[in-house]
């Protein structure tokens, strides 16, 4: 079992940054991949990026890519989501989430056994 708690969202103008964390307790967390989904009103959850156990290897969704960063401290049970040049289209709840099978680096949100509550981001334009 994995406890994961997100944290950092808030309201921001947009062209301004935001830094979202994501705190796991638990099972080991150097044993999984780690994704940040995100979910707007209305519309279904949407990948946003995910990192490998180690951080050696990333993948982003096209819309986020070049403006945000996903990185993680194992020392430190950690997830970070870095957030630049934020639009009003990045508005949603942002998830953090768990899979167990290392180095697959899902797309799909199926594939993750474990979910915080999530944060809210609202960029204002």
């Known amino acids: 079992q994995v406890q994961l708690v997100e944290s950092g969202g808030g309201l921001v103008q947009a062209g301004g940054s935001l830094r979202l964390s994501c705190a796991a307790s638990g099972r080991t967390f150097g044993n999984y991949d780690m994704g940040w989904f995100r979910q707007a009103p209305g519309n279904d959850r949407e990948f946003v990026a995910t990192i490998n156990w180690n951080g050696r290897s990333t993948y982003y969704a096209d819309s986020v890519k070049g403006r945000f960063t996903i990185s993680r401290d194992n020392a430190k049970n950690m997830v970070y989501l870095q957030m630049n040049s934020l639009e009003p289209e990045d508005t949603a709840v942002y998830y953090c989430?768990?899979?167990?099978?290392?180095?697959?680096?899902?797309?799909?949100?199926?594939?993750?056994?474990?979910w915080g509550q999530g944060t809210q981001v609202t960029v204002a334009s």
């Open positions: 989430a768990a899979d167990y099978s290392v180095g697959r680096l899902s797309r799909r949100a199926d594939d993750y056994d474990y």
